[in-house]
């Protein structure tokens, strides 16, 4: 069910193909271009970094750069946590820090205790 829809975008390539985050408080709907980086945004970022920080990021225990999403020329997607202090989980198993692994329609993801399904 999508309840409310913020728009972020990173266009790297000029061609971008869209993901969701479902969270309990809400839809993100992220345009990949090449790649993102998913955390908490400051103002001091000089990289563009998807905000979790409005759906409860912070209490969460999401980092500032927690995990980085790459979209390969095939099309498939491939996360990597970002050496995080909270860690990432995919369907249940923890990930390694800077371990690519793929993700797909219906993956569940955790970041930090941030309950997250994956719709592409």
């Known amino acids: ?3 409310q829809i913020d728009t972020h975008s ?3 390539s000029g061609s971008d193909t869209q993901i969701y985050f479902e969270t309990s408080r809400g839809t993100i709907l992220i345009a990949i271009g090449d790649e993102v980086i998913v955390g908490r945004a400051s103002f001091e970022d000089a990289v563009s970094v998807i905000d979790l920080t409005p759906y409860g990021g ?3 225990g999401v980092s500032r750069y927690h995990l980085c999403i790459v ?3 095939s099309g498939r997607f ?3 946590d970002l050496d995080t202090r909270n860690g990432t989980h ?3 198993r923890r990930m390694q820090p800077h371990e690519v692994y793929e993700i797909r329609n219906g ?3 955790c970041l930090g205790s941030m309950a997250i399904t994956i719709h592409i």
Do not use: H, K
């Open 107 to 109: 993956d569940a993801l």
């Open 71 to 73: 979209r390969t020329l």
């Open 1 to 3: 069910m999508i309840r």
């Open 90 to 92: 995919l369907n249940g």
């Open 58 to 60: 912070l209490m969460a």
């Open 78 to 80: 491939l996360i990597s």
């Open 10 to 12: 990173v266009n790297a």
